[in-house]
Structures are given as C-alpha cells and as structure tokens.
C-alpha cells in the first residue's frame, strides 16, 4: 500500500513563511502530478498549486507570488515554499498525487489518486 506521507506545518506570524515536504511511503515508478490541497474551516477543500512530471505549474490565485511548488521525480517527493502568510491562509494542508504508477520484480498497480493524511497550518495575525 502506497501513502504519502506530509510535514511542515505549524504555527506561523503573519508574513512568515513556512516549507511543506511530502514524499511516498514506497517505491514509485511514476507520478503524473503532484501538488497540494487545503481545506479551511466550514469551507471545500480547494486546490493551491500542482506540478506535473515535465514542471508545469498551477497556482490558485490567492497564492499566486507568494507559494512555490517543487518536486524531485527521481525521489518521488513535492514540496510547498509558502511566503507571506497571511491569516486567511490557515488551513489543513494536503498532498495529493494523481495516477501512480507502482513497479515491482511481479506487479505493476496503478492508483488513481491518493492522499495525504493532512498537516496543520495556522497563521496568526
């Protein structure tokens, strides 16, 4: 069983910034894409930024200039630069990776999707 597995998060100041780390649990051959996800308080979870294999990036516009996502296609790893926090950015944070492909000496299994377990972050104003 694939997981992906996240750190980072915590309590932050407003104007801060804040570096988040995911990296799969087990031997990866592919990830299409990667990227992250936050669900606020009362509200949808909601995508902030992904990147594909080839390094296209995609931003929500409330994080456009201040997040940068990264990832390590050899390590299977993505990451989150988050600066400038601002308080309306408190949320929990998850990883998300679409279409993986696992490769064993016997099998080879494809998820379609998968999810972290989620990493707080709160920023204080």
């Known amino acids: 069983q694939v997981q992906l597995v996240e750190s980072g998060g915590g309590l932050v100041q407003a104007g801060g910034s804040l570096r988040l780390s995911c990296a799969a649990s087990?031997?990866?051959?592919?990830?299409?894409?990667m990227g992250w996800y936050r669900q606020a308080p009362g509200k949808q979870r909601e995508l902030v930024a992904a990147?594909?294999?080839?390094?296209?990036?995609n931003y929500a516009d409330s994080v456009k200039g201040r997040f940068t996502v990264s990832r390590d296609n050899a390590e299977n790893t993505v990451a989150l630069q988050m600066n400038s926090l601002k308080p309306e950015d408190t949320a929990v944070y998850y990883c998300?990776?679409?279409?993986?492909?696992?490769?064993?000496?016997?099998?080879?299994?494809?998820?379609?999707?998968?999810w972290g377990q989620g990493t707080l972050v709160t920023v204080s104003s």
């Open positions: 998300n990776a679409k279409n993986i492909v696992v490769v064993t000496t016997t099998s080879r299994r494809t998820y379609h999707e998968l």
């Open positions: 087990k031997r990866i051959f592919s990830i299409d894409s």
């Open positions: 990147i594909t294999r080839d390094g296209n990036t």
